[in-house]
């Protein structure tokens, strides 16, 4: 990059070469709809005059597969662990039907690193013969 230039000049440069306008492709149009269908709505009470009576949020699995993302590339134990106490949750609730088929198959999509650290944890899962309740102390 040129003495003086930013990083937003070159990237509004960049783009403009490759031509007036942007387009997503179809798949990423899918992924954006999929991604939308896997949230779900939390509802709140007592926030306060105009304030939202619900929230939508993403699913269980993706934000462990977020988790499990963040220990992996910036190797850091407390995103294991809350990747752990979330996957853990998910696994001991029938209330939230986690689906643990699709979080495999994301962790699979990551990279060899993400899902060797998702068969790791669900061993420690199913070794510990735990029944529901956090790993450790997140608070």
Excluded: C, H
Excluded at 66 to 75: G, S
Excluded at 83 to 101: T, V
Excluded at 107 to 120: D, I, Q, S, V
């Amino acid at each position: 990059m040129e003495p003086g230039r930013t990083w937003k000049n070159w990237l509004a440069f960049r783009i403009r070469r490759q031509g007036d306008w942007l387009s997503w492709p179809s798949s990423a149009k899918n992924t954006a709809s999929e991604t939308e269908a896997r949230t779900k709505f939390v509802l709140f009470e007592g926030l306060g005059k105009g304030a939202p009576d619900r929230i939508r949020v993403i699913a269980l699995e993706d934000l462990v597969l977020d988790r499990l993302n963040a220990a992996v590339l910036w190797k850091s134990p407390e995103d294991r662990l809350w990747a752990e106490i979330m996957l853990d949750l998910g696994l001991s609730s029938d209330a939230l039907r986690f689906n643990l088929g699709y979080l495999k198959k994301k962790a699979r999509e990551k990279g060899y690193e993400t899902r060797e650290l998702l068969e790791e944890i669900l061993s420690k899962i199913e070794s510990e013969g735990k029944e529901g309740g956090p790993v450790g102390d997140p608070v």
